[in-house]
């Protein structure tokens, strides 16, 4: 049933919008790569770059699009989408060994209904097969402890090594670490507990020790600087550019938000807290005591006596969800996606959690619903005004993103069909139902509450998400680029000015070069004779007459009606000068 339900409500709609970052096609850019020059082991791009990432990831989707006939949207992000599906079911398969299947479902349910968690599994990024890794492995961890430390954990180790393939060494740090204070929790000797995962850890590092020696051979030196800066210096805060650099409460913020609706459910949570009780058993840990040292000692033999009482798999849970969050927040570079390995175990937490007051405190749980369930009507009634021209364009005023907000409301309004208009009811009516369904207690309740939100995200994916995401793809131009320079005449090249400024993490025109057939040369690296040049707009009027002075002429072939984009049809005449030390050349 659990794969049913995840199947249904992701692998359907992974193909239904397009690129429009540049994330995604940079990463297939590299599969489509390893399947047209058969480098499968360090491939570069038209821009004679490599990948900043190890392969196994592009591994996955080059598999699936040689299956397939080409490199597609929907080929690119099942990697991730089957990674989401199958860390989920390997969630429940842990809990229900441990806590029955009620309590495992719920657990499994909550984790994949999590923002985050739903975003990653239908994006081409390396972020959601990481996680499933070291979900997997930290599972297998613990299932070794259980079996008293005897024996080898492979499964464990083989996805810690899958991990180190994916994003680099954290694939084998994290789960390593969390079990690490896990077992330092639990009583055993801390060089038992390091030794042993200490050569779990090295003997997993092994695919990756491989990968790398193949990989030398072709990157040298330029491979080693970037491995060094994609994770020493990551760490470290000693990377050539600015990645992601934020405080420590950057981390609170992005948990908080993705993990929506479920932080909903926490806020309400917060208004029928038994606050007195809590203060009143806060306080009677700290008596009795002659003196605050006293108390201070008391309290550590109390909270120590609590750890080592707790139930194996609720530690486990509580010590993975603790180091993963205190170990992000020492590097200056933060990203929300690096909170994922988290989420599973917050799921089960949570799950916990919602079955208790589900049947306790039931009225937390259906206001919840009833919160949820009007957004529901709400969200029918705007995409009705919408539809029927009732939104002014003016609301979005005349700003920076006017237009561009401008053109998903008529997105939104170009929204027709019966099969459209059906996923846009299917949240409403669930809505609808819930009134129905409220006076329900315990794990009935909860579960309704799931088929809630599931049946909101089926609306967003299906219908929302795609037609406001595919407002802002540059598919299109890619199309009529391709018809107005097509390859037979002439290469493309690009310029960027800002490329030249962040040279760590160049940037380039990766979704056109993806829809283009990733063949958009550097026209500054390359200086080619001539051809086609992409261009931004500012850059043009800044970056062209320096050009013209070496010798370049344009014509201005296309503007693209957003993201400023120009293409120019170029050629450089052969000055005297060259000439003439062409002929000394010659004699």
Known sequence: MLTLICVATLLPFIGLFDYHTKGE?????????????????????????????????????????????????????LPSAVALILMTLGGFAFYARRKGNTTALTAALVAYTSFELHRAGANCRVDMVLTACIV?????????????????????????????????????????LT????????????????FSLAAFGLLSLSLYAAWFCAAWQNGGQEL???????????????????????????????LVAGYVPWTLLLVIALFFADYRGTWQRMAAWASPGDTATGR???????????????????????VNVIVIFVFYCIPESKRSVYLMPMYPFIGYLAARWILTAADRRPQILRIFGGTLASLTSLLFLAFVAVEFRLIPESIFGTGRHASQNIAML????????????????????????????????????AGRLIILIMALYIALDGVYTPTVLNSKSVKDIAAEIDRRAPASEGRLYEFMELSLKVKGDPLHFFELNFYLGDRI????????????????????????????????????????????IEMYRFCKKQTEKKKTDGDENRI
């Not at 079990?179 to 390091?194: D, E, K, N």
């Not at 800066?229 to 950057?250: C, L, Q, S, V």
């Not at 309004?413 to 996923?423: A, K, N, P």
């Open 224 to 254: 080693i600087d970037l491995i060094y800066e994609e994770n020493i210096g990551r760490m470290t805060g000693t990377m050539t550019y600015k990645a992601h650099d934020f405080p420590w409460t950057f981390n609170v913020v992005t």
């Open 136 to 176: 997997g492995a930290t599972y297998g961890l613990y299932g070794w402890y259980e079996r008293g430390m005897r024996g080898i954990p492979w499964m464990a180790i083989l996805l810690m090594g899958l991990g180190t393939l994916t994003k680099g060494p954290i694939g084998s740090v994290l789960p390593c």
């Open 521 to 564: 040369g550097s026209f500054y690296y390359e200086r080619p004779a001539d051809g086609f040049l992409l261009i931004p707009h500012d850059d043009a009027a800044y970056r062209l007459p320096m050009f013209e002075e070496e010798g370049y002429v344009f014509e201005l072939c296309y503007q693209a009606p957003k993201r400023g």
């Open 179 to 194: 079990t690490g204070v896990f077992l330092l929790l639990r009583g055993v000797s801390f060089w038992r507990a390091f």
């Open 410 to 445: 008529h997105a939104l309004e170009d929204i027709g069909g019966l099969m459209s208009w059906l996923i846009v009811l299917v949240p409403t009516v669930a809505g609808i139902c819930w009134w129905r369904w409220r006076k329900a207690t315990g794990t009935l309740l």
């Open 25 to 77: 096609p940079r990463e297939s850019i590299v599969a489509m790569t390893m399947l047209t020059d058969g480098n499968w082991i360090l491939p570069r791009n038209s821009y004679g770059e490599i990948a900043y990432k190890p392969p196994f990831f592009h591994w996955c989707i080059a598999a699936v699009s040689a299956l397939w006939g080409e490199v597609t949207e929907v080929t690119s992000r």
């Open 296 to 318: 201070i000692h008391l309290m550590w033999r109390r909270m120590a006596t609590a750890v080592r009482e707790m139930d194996g798999t609720d530690l486990f849970a509580w």
